[in-house]
């Protein structure tokens, strides 16, 4: 299974745009990029999977390059209810998909 | 529809009591998973569910842990003589069956042993 590393905290401002970069250099040919969101209180909840170039839904972008080796989860305009922890996941465990999650990236967002 | 529900939403227990949580998963849903969250940390996967089938409890912590889910639906955790290294967030997920499904969370059962 993938190493995961993504920065432990983030901060924005309502309005911005913000992206969130998870690093993962060993990522298989198999393996698709998974991006939870978490708020205070509640079970994680997912927001994205991708497995090459660009991925797009009403919540998030997922920007992927190439090499596959980085990804970039994009939140457009934030605002102070994106304020959560976001886990990058690469690939899934075993025969059972069990989810590997690291320690996320905590948003915080300001007025 | 009805998403994961989790039973009770905070359990406090004493030192050495047993203790039972509840998950009622999406219906219809072959995957359960059992994951335990520490303040601060990520989850950690404890157990899963094929049905009604445990195919993979390489997570649980001790042979204090056990969890059931008897007819394929709901799950039980159970946790006995509790310890105060069992605090924690424990989450349940449900998802349709196949590996790279996505995995639908529960709001969790918080744990404080005292």
């Known amino acids: 299974l993938a190493k995961t590393t993504q920065p432990i905290s983030m901060d924005s401002y309502e309005g911005q745009e913000v992206n969130i970069t998870c690093s993962h250099n060993?990522?298989?040919?198999?393996?698709?990029i998974t991006w939870y969101q978490q708020f205070p209180s509640q079970g994680p909840r997912f927001i994205i999977q991708?497995?090459?170039t660009k991925v797009t839904n009403e919540v998030a972008s997922l920007f992927i390059p190439a090499d596959r080796k980085s990804s970039t989860l994009s939140l457009p305009r934030v605002s102070l209810s994106d304020t959560a922890v976001y886990y990058c996941?690469?690939?899934?465990?075993?025969?059972?998909?069990?989810?590997?999650f690291g320690q996320g990236t905590t948003l915080q967002v300001k007025p | 529809g009805a998403g994961v529900s989790q039973s009770p939403r905070y359990k406090v227990a004493k030192r050495g009591q047993d203790v039972a949580l509840r998950c009622d998963p999406i219906?219809?849903?072959?995957?359960l998973f059992w994951y335990q969250q520490a303040l601060g940390q990520g989850p950690e996967f404890l157990t899963y569910?094929?049905?009604?089938?445990?195919?993979?409890k390489s997570g649980l912590p001790s042979d204090r842990f056990f969890a059931e889910r008897p007819e394929g639906s709901v799950s039980t955790l159970k946790i006995q003589r509790t310890q105060q290294e069992d605090s924690a967030v424990y989450l349940c997920?449900?998802?349709?069956?196949?590996?790279?499904?996505?995995?639908?969370f529960g709001p969790g059962t918080r744990l404080t042993v005292l």
């Open positions: 997920a449900s998802s349709p069956g196949h590996l790279t499904d996505t995995q639908y």
């Open positions: 060993n990522i298989a040919t198999n393996d698709y």
């Open positions: 991708g497995y090459k």
């Open positions: 996941l690469v690939g899934v465990s075993g025969n059972t998909g069990k989810l590997i």
């Open positions: 219906s219809g849903h072959v995957s």
């Open positions: 569910f094929q049905n009604e089938a445990q195919l993979d």
